[in-house]
Protein backbone atom coordinates (compact mmCIF):
# COMPACT_ATOMS: atom_id res chain seq x y z
CA UNK A 1 0.00 0.00 0.00
CA UNK A 2 1.01 3.55 -0.55
CA UNK A 3 2.13 5.44 2.47
CA UNK A 4 -0.33 8.66 1.70
CA UNK A 5 -3.05 6.17 1.54
CA UNK A 6 -1.86 4.25 5.27
CA UNK A 7 -1.69 7.59 6.59
CA UNK A 8 -4.98 9.02 5.00
CA UNK A 9 -6.83 5.97 6.27
CA UNK A 10 -5.64 5.89 9.69
CA UNK A 11 -5.89 9.45 10.15
CA UNK A 12 -9.61 9.16 8.92
CA UNK A 13 -10.24 6.51 11.29
CA UNK A 14 -8.69 7.98 14.55
CA UNK A 15 -10.74 11.11 13.49
CA UNK A 16 -13.99 9.41 13.23
CA UNK A 17 -13.47 7.40 16.23
CA UNK A 18 -12.23 11.08 17.98
CA UNK A 19 -15.78 12.63 16.61
CA UNK A 20 -17.91 9.87 17.72
CA UNK A 21 -16.63 9.80 21.39
CA UNK A 22 -16.93 13.80 21.20
CA UNK A 23 -20.54 13.47 19.89
CA UNK A 24 -20.99 11.35 22.92
CA UNK A 25 -19.07 13.54 25.81
CA UNK A 26 -20.02 17.09 24.62
CA UNK A 27 -23.69 17.59 26.46
CA UNK A 28 -21.72 15.26 29.72
CA UNK A 29 -19.35 17.89 29.90
CA UNK A 30 -22.22 20.99 29.73
CA UNK A 31 -23.71 19.83 32.19
CA UNK A 32 -20.59 18.79 34.45
CA UNK A 33 -19.22 22.25 33.52
CA UNK A 34 -23.53 23.96 34.72
CA UNK A 35 -23.42 21.58 37.91
CA UNK A 36 -19.46 23.31 38.81
CA UNK A 37 -21.11 26.41 38.19
CA UNK A 38 -23.63 26.72 40.52
CA UNK A 39 -22.12 24.59 43.25
CA UNK A 40 -19.32 27.77 42.62
CA UNK A 41 -22.11 30.11 43.15
CA UNK A 42 -22.82 28.74 46.34
CA UNK A 43 -20.08 30.65 47.77
CA UNK A 44 -21.44 33.79 47.39
CA UNK A 45 -24.26 33.12 49.35
CA UNK A 46 -24.52 34.23 52.88
CA UNK A 47 -24.79 30.60 54.29
CA UNK A 48 -23.23 27.61 53.21
CA UNK A 49 -26.07 25.26 53.27
CA UNK A 50 -27.82 27.14 50.24
CA UNK A 51 -28.29 25.78 46.64
CA UNK A 52 -28.38 28.27 43.30
CA UNK A 53 -30.77 27.51 40.24
CA UNK A 54 -30.82 29.14 37.14
CA UNK A 55 -34.12 31.53 37.16
CA UNK A 56 -33.63 33.75 34.10
CA UNK A 57 -30.95 32.18 31.81
CA UNK A 58 -32.47 33.27 28.23
CA UNK A 59 -32.94 36.26 26.49
CA UNK A 60 -31.50 38.98 29.03
CA UNK A 61 -27.70 40.13 29.26
CA UNK A 62 -27.39 38.83 33.04
CA UNK A 63 -27.75 36.00 34.58
CA UNK A 64 -30.42 35.80 37.50
CA UNK A 65 -30.88 32.90 39.66
CA UNK A 66 -32.65 31.79 42.73
CA UNK A 67 -30.99 30.94 45.59
CA UNK A 68 -32.90 28.27 48.08
CA UNK A 69 -32.29 26.62 51.16
CA UNK A 70 -33.94 23.36 51.72
CA UNK A 71 -36.00 24.15 48.68
CA UNK A 72 -37.78 27.27 50.08
CA UNK A 73 -36.33 29.98 48.10
CA UNK A 74 -34.61 32.49 50.24
CA UNK A 75 -33.63 35.28 46.93
CA UNK A 76 -32.29 36.27 43.64
CA UNK A 77 -28.88 36.72 42.78
CA UNK A 78 -26.91 37.78 39.84
CA UNK A 79 -23.75 39.75 39.45
CA UNK A 80 -22.86 43.55 39.44
CA UNK A 81 -20.25 45.20 38.10
CA UNK A 82 -19.01 49.02 36.98
CA UNK A 83 -16.25 50.36 35.20
CA UNK A 84 -16.27 53.46 38.50
CA UNK A 85 -13.39 51.76 40.62
CA UNK A 86 -10.43 53.60 41.41
CA UNK A 87 -8.90 51.05 38.74
CA UNK A 88 -11.75 50.49 36.76
CA UNK A 89 -13.77 47.24 36.55
CA UNK A 90 -15.21 46.07 40.06
CA UNK A 91 -17.04 43.07 39.32
CA UNK A 92 -19.28 40.67 42.60
CA UNK A 93 -22.30 38.51 43.05
CA UNK A 94 -25.38 40.08 44.37
CA UNK A 95 -27.84 38.30 46.77
CA UNK A 96 -30.88 39.92 47.77
CA UNK A 97 -33.81 38.31 49.42
CA UNK A 98 -37.21 37.84 47.26
CA UNK A 99 -38.56 41.60 48.11
CA UNK A 100 -35.32 43.49 47.75
CA UNK A 101 -33.21 43.52 51.08
CA UNK A 102 -29.28 43.10 50.26
CA UNK A 103 -28.17 39.81 51.78
CA UNK A 104 -24.47 39.91 50.87
CA UNK A 105 -22.25 41.41 48.26
CA UNK A 106 -19.36 38.77 47.04
CA UNK A 107 -16.81 40.89 45.33
CA UNK A 108 -14.90 38.58 43.07
CA UNK A 109 -13.03 40.75 40.35
CA UNK A 110 -11.67 44.37 41.23
CA UNK A 111 -8.18 45.99 40.95
CA UNK A 112 -8.29 48.31 43.52
CA UNK A 113 -5.26 49.39 45.16
CA UNK A 114 -4.04 47.22 47.57
CA UNK A 115 -4.67 47.80 51.37
CA UNK A 116 -7.10 50.08 50.89
CA UNK A 117 -9.53 48.50 48.18
CA UNK A 118 -9.68 45.29 50.16
CA UNK A 119 -12.76 46.74 51.86
CA UNK A 120 -15.06 45.87 48.86
CA UNK A 121 -14.19 42.31 49.62
CA UNK A 122 -16.71 39.56 51.19
CA UNK A 123 -17.10 40.28 54.73
CA UNK A 124 -15.46 42.99 55.20
CA UNK A 125 -17.23 45.82 57.69
CA UNK A 126 -17.47 48.38 54.90
CA UNK A 127 -19.22 46.04 52.75
CA UNK A 128 -21.40 44.04 55.40
CA UNK A 129 -23.15 48.06 55.85
CA UNK A 130 -25.00 47.17 52.93
CA UNK A 131 -27.16 44.31 54.75
CA UNK A 132 -30.51 44.88 54.72
CA UNK A 133 -31.16 47.94 52.79
CA UNK A 134 -33.11 47.95 50.61
CA UNK A 135 -32.42 47.51 46.77
CA UNK A 136 -34.61 50.20 45.61
CA UNK A 137 -34.56 52.43 48.21
CA UNK A 138 -32.69 55.68 49.17
CA UNK A 139 -30.66 54.00 51.59
CA UNK A 140 -28.51 53.46 48.84
CA UNK A 141 -26.69 56.46 48.95
CA UNK A 142 -23.49 57.68 51.28
CA UNK A 143 -24.22 59.27 54.05
CA UNK A 144 -23.16 62.92 52.60
CA UNK A 145 -25.53 62.13 50.08
CA UNK A 146 -28.90 61.36 52.37
CA UNK A 147 -28.01 57.60 52.70
CA UNK A 148 -26.91 55.61 55.43
CA UNK A 149 -23.77 54.21 53.83
CA UNK A 150 -20.18 55.23 56.11
CA UNK A 151 -17.80 55.74 53.18
CA UNK A 152 -14.09 54.91 54.22
CA UNK A 153 -12.00 57.70 54.21
CA UNK A 154 -9.35 57.11 51.57
CA UNK A 155 -11.41 54.80 49.67
CA UNK A 156 -14.46 57.28 48.73
CA UNK A 157 -14.21 56.46 44.65
CA UNK A 158 -14.31 52.94 45.69
CA UNK A 159 -17.16 52.98 48.21
CA UNK A 160 -19.10 55.24 45.99
CA UNK A 161 -18.43 52.57 43.10
CA UNK A 162 -19.97 49.69 44.97
CA UNK A 163 -23.08 52.11 45.09
CA UNK A 164 -22.81 52.46 41.32
CA UNK A 165 -22.35 48.46 41.12
CA UNK A 166 -25.72 47.93 42.92
CA UNK A 167 -27.86 51.04 41.55
CA UNK A 168 -26.97 49.81 38.14
CA UNK A 169 -28.59 46.38 39.32
CA UNK A 170 -32.02 47.73 40.21
CA UNK A 171 -32.69 46.62 37.00
CA UNK A 172 -31.94 43.48 36.92
CA UNK A 173 -33.74 42.25 40.52
CA UNK A 174 -36.66 44.52 38.80
CA UNK A 175 -36.80 41.53 35.81
CA UNK A 176 -36.04 39.02 38.56
CA UNK A 177 -39.49 40.14 40.38
CA UNK A 178 -41.11 40.33 37.12
CA UNK A 179 -40.18 37.02 35.98
CA UNK A 180 -41.01 35.58 39.63
CA UNK A 181 -44.58 37.15 39.63
CA UNK A 182 -44.92 35.59 35.79
CA UNK A 183 -44.18 31.96 37.14
CA UNK A 184 -46.62 32.46 39.63
CA UNK A 185 -49.21 33.78 37.43
CA UNK B 1 14.34 -3.79 12.80
CA UNK B 2 13.66 -6.94 12.96
CA UNK B 3 11.81 -8.51 15.09
CA UNK B 4 14.25 -11.02 16.21
CA UNK B 5 16.10 -8.85 17.77
CA UNK B 6 13.37 -6.63 19.79
CA UNK B 7 11.54 -10.04 20.97
CA UNK B 8 14.43 -10.49 23.30
CA UNK B 9 12.36 -7.53 25.25
CA UNK B 10 14.35 -6.33 28.16
CA UNK B 11 13.48 -6.64 31.69
CA UNK B 12 10.12 -5.71 33.38
CA UNK B 13 12.07 -4.21 35.80
CA UNK B 14 13.63 -1.53 33.12
CA UNK B 15 10.94 0.62 33.25
CA UNK B 16 10.53 0.21 36.75
CA UNK B 17 13.72 1.08 38.25
CA UNK B 18 17.37 0.56 36.46
CA UNK B 19 15.83 2.96 32.42
CA UNK B 20 13.61 4.96 35.00
CA UNK B 21 11.93 7.48 32.25
CA UNK B 22 11.27 9.88 34.90
CA UNK B 23 15.07 9.26 37.04
CA UNK B 24 17.07 7.99 34.30
CA UNK B 25 15.78 9.21 30.86
CA UNK B 26 15.04 12.50 32.24
CA UNK B 27 11.66 11.92 29.78
CA UNK B 28 8.10 13.78 30.31
CA UNK B 29 9.64 15.99 33.05
CA UNK B 30 7.01 18.83 31.53
CA UNK B 31 4.09 17.19 33.10
CA UNK B 32 5.94 15.42 35.91
CA UNK B 33 7.21 19.26 37.38
CA UNK B 34 3.96 20.57 36.82
CA UNK B 35 1.19 18.97 38.42
CA UNK B 36 3.24 16.81 41.04
CA UNK B 37 2.10 20.21 43.41
CA UNK B 38 -0.53 17.81 45.03
CA UNK B 39 -0.91 14.30 45.15
CA UNK B 40 -4.40 13.60 43.62
CA UNK B 41 -3.48 16.05 40.33
CA UNK B 42 -0.27 13.82 40.15
CA UNK B 43 -1.90 10.79 40.43
CA UNK B 44 -4.74 11.58 37.76
CA UNK B 45 -1.87 12.74 35.14
CA UNK B 46 0.06 9.12 36.31
CA UNK B 47 -2.55 6.93 35.77
CA UNK B 48 -3.51 8.83 32.34
CA UNK B 49 -0.32 8.79 31.33
CA UNK B 50 0.07 4.75 32.15
CA UNK B 51 -3.04 3.90 30.20
CA UNK B 52 -2.42 6.53 27.23
CA UNK B 53 1.55 4.98 27.44
CA UNK B 54 0.19 1.24 27.15
CA UNK B 55 -2.40 1.87 24.77
CA UNK B 56 0.16 3.43 22.36
CA UNK B 57 2.47 1.06 22.35
CA UNK B 58 -0.06 -1.93 22.33
CA UNK B 59 -1.34 -0.04 19.10
CA UNK B 60 1.46 0.45 17.13
CA UNK B 61 2.73 -2.94 17.88
CA UNK B 62 -0.61 -4.19 15.95
CA UNK B 63 0.45 -1.19 13.40
CA UNK B 64 3.94 -2.87 12.35
CA UNK B 65 3.16 -3.84 9.09
CA UNK B 66 1.78 -0.58 8.37
CA UNK B 67 5.34 1.73 9.69
CA UNK B 68 7.53 1.82 6.59
CA UNK B 69 10.44 4.02 7.33
CA UNK B 70 9.13 7.02 5.48
CA UNK B 71 6.21 7.48 7.88
CA UNK B 72 6.52 5.45 10.77
CA UNK B 73 6.57 9.08 12.97
CA UNK B 74 3.59 11.00 11.79
CA UNK B 75 1.84 7.44 12.19
CA UNK B 76 2.75 7.04 15.57
CA UNK B 77 2.13 10.65 16.69
CA UNK B 78 -1.62 10.35 15.13
CA UNK B 79 -1.65 7.20 17.31
CA UNK B 80 -0.64 9.27 20.45
CA UNK B 81 -2.64 12.10 19.95
CA UNK B 82 -6.03 10.23 19.47
CA UNK B 83 -5.43 8.43 22.35
CA UNK B 84 -4.50 11.17 24.26
CA UNK B 85 -7.56 13.67 22.63
CA UNK B 86 -9.46 10.05 23.67
CA UNK B 87 -8.83 10.73 27.65
CA UNK B 88 -8.86 14.77 27.26
CA UNK B 89 -12.50 13.66 26.17
CA UNK B 90 -13.35 11.37 29.24
CA UNK B 91 -11.96 13.13 31.70
CA UNK B 92 -14.14 16.26 31.86
CA UNK B 93 -17.18 13.92 31.18
CA UNK B 94 -16.64 11.94 34.64
CA UNK B 95 -14.45 14.34 36.50
CA UNK B 96 -15.06 17.83 35.15
CA UNK B 97 -13.17 19.74 38.50
CA UNK B 98 -10.12 17.84 38.15
CA UNK B 99 -10.08 18.39 34.46
CA UNK B 100 -10.03 21.63 35.16
CA UNK B 101 -7.03 21.88 37.38
CA UNK B 102 -4.88 19.65 35.07
CA UNK B 103 -6.91 19.67 31.75
CA UNK B 104 -3.83 21.62 30.33
CA UNK B 105 -1.63 18.97 30.95
CA UNK B 106 -3.64 16.07 30.11
CA UNK B 107 -3.36 17.37 26.35
CA UNK B 108 0.54 18.03 26.71
CA UNK B 109 0.37 13.89 27.52
CA UNK B 110 1.20 14.21 23.17
CA UNK B 111 4.70 15.30 23.88
CA UNK B 112 5.44 13.48 26.74
CA UNK B 113 8.92 12.11 24.92
CA UNK B 114 8.47 8.67 27.36
CA UNK B 115 5.52 7.59 25.24
CA UNK B 116 6.86 8.84 21.38
CA UNK B 117 10.07 7.37 22.88
CA UNK B 118 8.62 3.75 23.72
CA UNK B 119 7.27 3.36 20.49
CA UNK B 120 10.07 4.39 18.51
CA UNK B 121 12.45 2.01 20.39
CA UNK B 122 10.17 -0.76 21.34
CA UNK B 123 6.93 -0.83 20.04
CA UNK B 124 7.38 -0.50 16.41
CA UNK B 125 9.11 -3.28 16.72
CA UNK B 126 8.15 -5.94 18.94
CA UNK B 127 5.35 -8.37 18.79
CA UNK B 128 2.16 -6.99 21.06
CA UNK B 129 3.07 -8.76 24.26
CA UNK B 130 6.30 -7.66 24.43
CA UNK B 131 5.03 -4.29 23.38
CA UNK B 132 2.34 -4.14 26.04
CA UNK B 133 4.88 -5.29 28.92
CA UNK B 134 7.22 -2.89 28.14
CA UNK B 135 4.81 -0.02 27.94
CA UNK B 136 3.41 -1.29 31.58
CA UNK B 137 6.96 -1.20 32.72
CA UNK B 138 7.85 2.14 31.73
CA UNK B 139 4.26 3.78 32.41
CA UNK B 140 4.25 2.29 36.09
CA UNK B 141 7.78 3.63 36.47
CA UNK B 142 6.90 7.06 35.38
CA UNK B 143 3.89 6.56 37.82
CA UNK B 144 5.28 5.83 40.44
CA UNK B 145 8.02 8.74 40.33
CA UNK B 146 4.72 10.63 39.61
CA UNK B 147 2.77 9.73 42.61
CA UNK B 148 5.96 9.82 45.22
CA UNK B 149 6.87 13.32 43.99
CA UNK B 150 3.18 14.59 44.25
CA UNK B 151 2.73 13.18 48.06
CA UNK B 152 6.31 14.13 49.11
CA UNK B 153 5.54 17.71 47.55
CA UNK B 154 2.45 18.41 49.23
CA UNK B 155 3.01 16.90 52.17
CA UNK B 156 6.06 19.44 52.62
CA UNK B 157 4.48 22.02 50.80
CA UNK B 158 1.04 22.22 52.76
CA UNK B 159 1.32 20.18 55.91
CA UNK B 160 -1.55 17.58 54.18
CA UNK B 161 -2.09 14.99 52.34
CA UNK B 162 -5.16 14.06 49.47
CA UNK B 163 -6.35 17.48 50.26
CA UNK B 164 -9.48 18.11 47.91
CA UNK B 165 -8.83 14.39 46.54
CA UNK B 166 -12.34 13.81 48.26
CA UNK B 167 -14.46 16.23 46.43
CA UNK B 168 -12.48 16.20 43.09
CA UNK B 169 -12.59 12.07 42.48
CA UNK B 170 -15.50 11.07 44.63
CA UNK B 171 -13.37 9.11 46.88
CA UNK B 172 -14.49 9.03 50.52
CA UNK B 173 -11.70 11.60 51.83
CA UNK B 174 -11.60 14.75 54.10
CA UNK B 175 -12.01 17.53 52.28
CA UNK B 176 -8.51 18.94 53.81
CA UNK B 177 -7.07 16.37 53.64
CA UNK B 178 -4.94 14.40 55.96
CA UNK B 179 -2.87 16.64 57.62
CA UNK B 180 0.70 15.62 58.50
CA UNK B 181 2.70 18.81 58.82
CA UNK B 182 2.08 21.77 61.39
CA UNK B 183 4.39 24.39 59.42
CA UNK B 184 4.71 23.19 56.20
CA UNK B 185 7.31 24.72 53.43
CA UNK B 186 5.25 26.42 50.55
CA UNK B 187 8.37 26.65 48.28
CA UNK B 188 7.56 22.62 47.74
CA UNK B 189 4.47 23.49 46.33
CA UNK B 190 5.90 26.38 43.46
CA UNK B 191 7.98 25.39 40.80
CA UNK B 192 11.58 25.41 42.71
CA UNK B 193 10.14 22.58 45.10
CA UNK B 194 9.70 20.29 42.22
CA UNK B 195 13.25 20.88 41.03
CA UNK B 196 14.34 20.21 44.45
CA UNK B 197 12.20 17.17 44.82
CA UNK B 198 13.03 15.65 41.38
CA UNK B 199 16.85 16.41 42.35
CA UNK B 200 16.72 14.50 45.87
CA UNK B 201 14.86 11.83 44.10
CA UNK B 202 17.45 11.26 41.40
CA UNK B 203 20.30 11.67 43.58
CA UNK B 204 18.20 8.89 46.38
CA UNK B 205 18.33 6.64 43.31
CA UNK B 206 21.88 6.78 42.69
CA UNK B 207 22.77 6.59 45.81
CA UNK B 208 20.93 3.09 46.33
CA UNK B 209 22.72 1.94 43.07
CA UNK B 210 26.09 2.91 43.81
CA UNK B 211 25.55 1.20 47.37
CA UNK B 212 23.93 -2.14 46.03
CA UNK B 213 26.95 -2.10 43.41
CA UNK B 214 30.24 -2.02 46.19
CA UNK B 215 28.21 -4.39 48.39
CA UNK B 216 28.27 -6.66 44.99
CA UNK B 217 31.73 -6.09 44.28
CA UNK B 218 32.41 -6.48 48.00
CA UNK B 219 30.92 -9.66 48.30
CA UNK B 220 32.67 -10.98 44.75
CA UNK B 221 36.01 -9.88 46.27
CA UNK B 222 35.50 -11.78 49.23
CA UNK B 223 34.14 -14.96 47.55
CA UNK B 224 37.82 -14.84 45.31
CA UNK B 225 39.96 -14.23 48.41
CA UNK B 226 38.48 -17.29 50.54
Redo the contacts between chains.
Keep these: ?K?AL??AT??GL?AL??AL??HW?AP??LE??A??KLAALTRALPHPDETVRPLLPKGGTSEIYWSAQASEPTGYLFGIRTNAGYSGKIEAWLSVTLSGEIRRIYTFSHKETPGIGHIIEPDQPFIRQFEGIHLLSDGLHLRSNGGEIDAVTGATITSRAIIDALTRSQATFIAARGATKELDG | MTDHQASEHPAFSQGLWSNNPALIQLLGLCPLLAVSHYAVTAITLGVISLTVMIAANGLISL?RP?M?E??RL??QI??IA?LV??AD??L??FY??LH?RIGLFVALIVTNCAILGRAELMARRAPIRGALLDGLSMGLGFFWVMCVMGMLREVLGRGTLFAEAGRLTGFPLPDRGIQLLETPLQIMVFAPGAFFTLAFLIAGKNYLDQRNESRQTDRISQQTSS
Design positions: MPILTGLILLNTQIRQEA | MLSLIPLMVSSILLPAFEE
